[in-house]
Antibody, heavy 118, light 113 residues
């Protein structure tokens, strides 16, 4: 059974960078899509971007273009989200999700809380 | 860009009674490959989202059959035939396409007992 485990909560200062990992257990699934989503406190879900590990090319929401990098290693099935030049409104819970396609995100990580404050 | 609009945003329900959530798209969601990549997610309080349905009506294993997904084109519906206490949470419709890759979410509908 595929399970996703994300790295722990972080507190960052404005202008700094943020890096979280998403580890897949239960096998390797290079053909499974990986999507990163965030949820600000009390708000809805917001798509950040995603990648197919076997293709290794990420796509990003326009809002985050130039400020985000998503990578994935098809051998280790680890994915990373890097967000740069943090602002206070980046404070949110960040989730990785995987599935057979970007429309079938069957598996979700537990979430990683990022707090950005001076 | 495609916009998904959910109604209602909050739905007071009574245990044992039906509930229905609508998701309307700003344009047809029928993809070039003829599929419609509209999914429904449930997020219980304090939990990550959980996939309920993909491609409109394909139920994920473990989802109770009191839930159903339907619709076509621009109008989609999630129905619960008889609400149970464990159904409390926020429900999202989501579009997930591959070429180009994009995930779009509705605003969410909060189901309250």
């Amino acid at each position: 059974q595929l399970q996703l485990v994300q790295s722990g909560a972080e507190v960052k200062k404005p202008g700094s960078s943020f890096n979280i990992s998403c580890e897949t257990s239960g096998g390797t699934f290079p053909n499974y899509a990986i999507t990163w989503v965030r949820q600000a406190p009390g708000q809805g879900l917001e798509w950040i971007g995603g990648i197919f590990p076997v293709f290794a090319t990420a796509n990003y929401a326009q809002k985050f273009q130039g400020r985000v990098t998503i990578t994935a290693d098809e051998n280790t099935d680890l994915s990373y989200l890097n967000l740069y030049n943090l602002r206070s409104d980046d404070t949110a819970m960040y989730y990785c999700a995987r599935g057979r396609s970007f429309g079938e995100l069957s598996y979700w990580g537990q979430g990683t809380l990022l707090s950005v404050s001076s | 860009d495609i916009v998904l609009t959910q109604t209602p945003l909050s739905s007071p329900v009574t245990l044992g009674q039906p509930a229905s959530i609508s998701c309307r798209s700003s344009q047809s969601l029928v993809h070039d490959d003829v599929n419609t990549y509209l999914s429904w997610l449930q997020q219980r309080p304090g939990q990550p989202p959980r996939l309920l349905f993909y491609k409109i009506s394909n139920r994920v294993s473990g989802v109770p059959d009191r839930f159903s997904g339907s619709g076509a084109g621009t109008d989609f519906t999630l129905k619960i035939s008889r609400v149970e206490a464990e159904d409390v949470g926020v429900y999202y419709c989501m579009l997930g396409t591959q070429f180009p890759h994009r995930n779009t979410f509705g605003q969410g509908t909060k189901l309250v007992i």
